[in-house]
Nanobody, 115 residues
Framework: QVELVESGGGLVQAGGSLRLSCAVT????????MAWYRQAPGKQREFVAG???????LYADSVKGRFTISRDNARNTVNLQMNSLKPEDTGVYSC?????????WGRGTQVTVSS
């Protein structure tokens, strides 16, 4: 069983920045890959960024050069630094962590970018 707590969402003007954090508050398994996804109103959830235990990262084309994902393996946290935000970045951002047996999702945090 894994429990996740996300924080850092909010309202920001276009061009601004936000930092999201996701903490694994409970886990009975080693955490492998960690990632952020988002879901905009009326759209399907989409991959934003991911990071493995070795620190290798992967980004959606739409956020490359603007977002940075990082993790602290000792604290089991994953962060998403979002810069140069655009209105199309608006959505509910959820973290996902993978163990050897399952994927676990956080409840999500709202990010709203005004134009």
């Amino acid at each position: 069983q894994v429990e996740l707590v996300e924080s850092g969402g909010g309202l920001v003007q276009a061009g601004g920045s936000l930092r999201l954090s996701c903490a694994v508050t409970r886990s009975d398994s080693r955490i492998d890959d960690m990632a952020w996804y988002r879901q905009a109103p009326g759209k399907q959830r989409e991959f934003v960024a991911g990071i493995n235990t070795g620190g290798e990262t992967l980004y959606a084309d739409s956020v490359k050069g603007r977002f940075t994902i990082s993790r602290d393996n000792a604290r089991n946290t994953v962060n998403l630094q979002m810069n140069s935000l655009k209105p199309e970045d608006t959505g509910v951002y959820s973290c996902k962590v993978q163990t050897w047996s399952n994927n676990y999702w956080g409840r999500g945090t709202q990010v709203t970018v005004s134009s």
